[in-house]
């Protein structure tokens, strides 16, 4: 299927490598912030994914579908997919160093992604330039080679620390940036170089 220009990088764009402090394929990327949705290892309603680092720029992604994922009967909303895939696309600015944030995300959902499954997302990042990172990403029925459940497009913008300061609660910043945790897993991520 061919996608919008705006989800596509020009032909001849590089394909980046990980920045040289970005943690080696096979890592844990903790959670880069305990209030995340996506991530979060504490919230209760979250969907605490788990993400790990691929080769190159890439992760892999796990989201184990629960009851208190349902759209339909049975059956993942196709919102909280589309989440999952925000998240896993989101962890590849870590592995180039860049703080990013979600211009475009496009979701294609190709067969239903019952209750009880698990989703195995694969993302990559496709081209870099200027701020924009472009990526996309696969979600296999419960196995990482499974059948294509969802795929997805994405476009993120890098951005300063000041995004976060000047446009979300700079008390929520300050006490995220304390935790030693989300430091130390850092996700490559220098807020405050
Ligand atoms: C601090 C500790 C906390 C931890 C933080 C963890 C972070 C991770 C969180 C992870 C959570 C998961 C992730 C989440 O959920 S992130 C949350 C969801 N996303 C957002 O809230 C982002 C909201 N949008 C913005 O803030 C701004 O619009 C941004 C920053 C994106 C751009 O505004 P800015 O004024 O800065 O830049 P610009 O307008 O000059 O654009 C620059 C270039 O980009 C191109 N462009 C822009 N938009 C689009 C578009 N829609 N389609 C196509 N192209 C687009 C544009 O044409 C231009 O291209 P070019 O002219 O250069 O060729």
Redesign the pocket.
């Known amino acids: 299927m061919s996608r919008p220009s705006?989800?596509t990088p020009s032909p001849d764009v590089e394909v980046p490598g990980p920045h040289p402090s970005a943690p080696p394929p096979g890592t844990e990327l903790g959670e880069?912030?305990d209030g995340?949705f996506?991530c979060g290892e504490e919230l209760e309603n979250g969907l605490r994914l788990r993400t790990r680092v691929g080769e190159g720029v890439s992760v892999d992604t796990e989201f184990v579908v629960g009851p208190g994922h349902q759209g339909a009967p049975g059956l993942a909303h196709g919102g909280l997919l589309s989440c999952a895939f925000?998240?896993a696309?989101?962890?590849l600015?870590y592995l180039l160093h860049q703080?990013?944030?979600?211009?475009?995300l496009e979701t294609d959902f190709k067969r239903p992604v019952p209750v009880g499954s698990t989703l195995f997302i694969h993302a990559w990042c496709t081209g870099v330039?200027?701020?924009?990172i472009y990526a996309k990403a696969v979600g296999r029925l419960n196995a990482p080679d499974g059948p294509v459940a969802v795929e997805a497009a994405s476009?993120?913008?890098a951005?300063g620390?000041e995004?976060?300061?000047s446009?979300?609660r700079p008390e929520d910043?300050r006490r995220?940036?304390q935790n030693p945790d989300?430091v130390k897993a850092a996700r490559a991520?220098e807020?405050n170089p």
């Open positions: 705006s989800l880069h912030y995340c996506g925000d998240e696309l989101g962890a600015g703080p990013a944030v979600t211009a475009r330039e200027g701020r924009k476009l993120f913008v951005v620390f995004h976060f300061m446009n979300g910043v995220a940036m989300v991520f807020v």
